[in-house]
């Protein structure tokens, strides 16, 4: 809570900076009228429109891949919202002057408009709660979304037609629409501002810390514009300046985010991981030492019960040892082999079976994958040992054909299609692991021949 607080703290700071930075600029400008404040730059306005195209194209796709790993309302509408700003940029402001001729006054309010748009969506990210339960919703708004689209450049062709355009020098016929419109644009940046600030002080996310800046400079790109009226592809002004930094900001912070969203799903699935791996391994022997205890207390022969017991707690205490050395195998091969070998050797102690193994030291696995083969090799030689009755076992981790892939083959009895085996249960766990892994499952078995099974690894 303290680490939150000072986070805080340490962002309402940055922010007072900067606010007074940005206004000290403002104040500058506003009380010196000899210093320019538009620059006839026609190359630089269209490489600022590019380069928000562009930014906010990014920053939407990855607020959508965001929106994939978590379902948050936030990130379905920063991707709508970005997504509106980059199709506006595409359509309103850098096609239609592609020839060299001036924008004209249609596409010029349908890009006000588009930006409106844009900003009504990001400004209500912050307020939203809760997570998207279907995809059906999110397709809907999607289609709301190009419908609105659709009415803005209808719209923008009738408003077009009463509203000139404003280019430096005019003074006559002031269009306070225009003016109006930027306002409304600067209040929304405000409203989004306030609102991450809000989910930061609440949540301490670094998204809406970067949300909120990126609020902050839009706000100031835009009440330039308020003061600047400017709808133009001759002249460029510090708020297109301010507008492609603000993008640049939310690149970085949303690049983060996503970042971190993989790495918190990645810890999700390793604690699931871990999970099964006690519930399937050590959980089943302890199971059976509460078993064999009851049974000592509801008076059954301590010469019948006593040796299970032994067998149930060193099973136990094997499987854990297997479990920390596998487990332990995410950086890397080195530890996934040794694991391997030494289950191997303990398997093979008492004589009862050869197992000859064989890894390519050039085959390059996977944390999940190390921990599925583990088990798949454990539960493979448990069956050749169980059931089989082979006295030699193959194991080779290698590649062929450019593929990666796993094989077991034993001299034991064999079986056919038809006959069904204690064996049975571990073969399906065998084949749901390869899937988990994205491997396929193949098996190959004649009575009196062995049998053989190999999973082929994902690419």
């Known amino acids: 809570?303290?680490?939150?607080?000072?986070?805080?703290?340490?962002?309402?700071?940055?922010?007072?900076?900067?606010?007074?930075?940005?206004?000290?600029?403002?104040?500058?400008?506003?009380?010196?009228?000899?210093?320019?404040?538009?620059?006839?730059?026609?190359?630089?306005?269209?490489?600022?429109?590019?380069?928000?195209?562009?930014?906010?194209?990014?920053?939407?796709?990855?607020?959508?891949?965001?929106?994939?790993?978590?379902?948050?309302?936030?990130?379905?509408?920063?991707?709508?919202g970005f997504f509106v700003a980059a199709a506006t940029t595409l359509s309103?402001?850098?096609?239609?002057?592609?020839?060299?001729q001036p924008l004209h006054r249609t596409e010029a309010w349908a890009?006000?408009?588009?930006?409106?748009?844009?900003?009504?969506?990001?400004?209500?990210?912050?307020?939203?709660?809760?997570?998207?339960?279907?995809?059906?919703?999110?397709?809907?708004?999607?289609?709301?979304?190009?419908?609105?689209?659709?009415?803005?450049?209808?719209?923008?062709?009738?408003?077009?037609?009463?509203?000139?355009?404003?280019?430096?020098?005019?003074?006559?016929?002031?269009?306070?629409?225009?003016?109006?419109?930027?306002?409304?644009?600067?209040?929304?940046?405000?409203?989004?501002?306030?609102?991450?600030?809000?989910?930061f002080r609440e949540r301490g996310e670094d998204l809406d810390r970067w949300l909120?800046?990126?609020?902050?400079?839009?706000?100031?790109?835009?009440?330039?514009?308020?003061?600047?009226?400017?709808?133009?592809?001759?002249?460029?002004?510090?708020?297109?300046?301010?507008r492609l930094l603000s993008y640049c900001v939310l690149l970085a912070g949303v690049w983060r985010a996503i970042r971190a969203s993989e790495f918190g799903l990645a810890v999700a699935e390793e604690r699931a991981r871990v999970a099964r791996e006690i519930h399937d391994g050590l959980a089943q022997y302890l199971f059976a030492v509460s078993t064999q205890t009851s049974l000592l207390e509801s008076g059954a022969p301590l010469e019948q019960v006593l040796p299970r017991l032994k067998h149930a707690a060193a099973a136990a205490q094997q499987e854990a040892r297997f479990a920390v050395l596998a487990l332990s195998s995410a950086s890397g091969n080195a530890p996934f082999d040794d694991a391997l070998r030494r289950y191997v050797e303990f398997l093979t102690a008492d004589g009862e079976l050869e197992v000859d193994l064989e890894i390519d030291e050039t085959v390059q696995l996977g944390p999940d994958e190390q921990i599925e083969i583990f088990r798949i090799v454990q539960e493979g030689l448990?069956?050749?040992?169980?059931?089989?009755?082979?006295?030699?076992?193959?194991?080779?981790?290698?590649?062929?054909?450019?593929?990666?892939?796993?094989?077991?083959?034993?001299?034991?009895?064999?079986?056919?299609?038809?006959?069904?085996?204690?064996?049975?249960?571990?073969?399906?766990?065998?084949?749901?692991?390869?899937?988990a892994i994205g491997g396929a499952f193949r098996l190959s078995s004649r009575p009196g021949r062995g049998t053989a099974l190999e999973v082929t690894l994902r690419v």
């Open 1 to 80: 809570m303290r680490r939150e607080q000072n986070a805080y703290m340490s962002w309402i700071w940055g922010e007072v900076v900067l606010v007074a930075l940005l206004g000290g600029g403002m104040a500058l400008f506003a009380t010196a009228p000899s210093l320019p404040t538009v620059y006839a730059l026609p190359a630089v306005h269209e490489v600022l429109d590019t380069a928000v195209l562009f930014t906010s194209a990014a920053v939407s796709v990855l607020a959508a891949l965001r929106f994939l790993v978590e379902r948050l309302r936030l990130d379905l509408l920063l991707a709508c």
């Open 92 to 100: 309103f402001a850098i096609v239609p002057v592609l020839g060299g």
């Open 111 to 199: 890009g006000i408009g588009g930006r409106l748009f844009a900003a009504a969506l990001i400004a209500a990210a912050p307020f939203v709660r809760g997570r998207v339960a279907s995809g059906r919703r999110a397709l809907a708004f999607a289609v709301a979304l190009a419908l609105g689209l659709a009415a803005l450049w209808g719209g923008s062709r009738w408003l077009g037609m009463s509203l000139p355009t404003l280019v430096p020098g005019e003074t006559a016929q002031q269009p306070y629409l225009l003016t109006a419109a930027l306002a409304i644009q600067a209040m929304l940046s405000l409203l989004a501002l306030v609102g991450f600030g809000s989910r």
């Open 212 to 242: 909120a800046l990126a609020a902050t400079l839009a706000l100031f790109a835009e009440l330039r514009e308020v003061f600047t009226p400017l709808v133009t592809s001759e002249y460029v002004s510090q708020g297109d300046f301010l």
């Open 382 to 435: 448990a069956n050749v040992r169980s059931h089989a009755r082979a006295r030699r076992a193959e194991v080779t981790i290698g590649q062929r054909a450019g593929r990666r892939l796993v094989s077991i083959s034993d001299d034991g009895e064999g079986f056919d299609g038809a006959d069904v085996s204690p064996a049975g249960q571990g073969l399906k766990n065998i084949r749901s692991r390869a899937a």
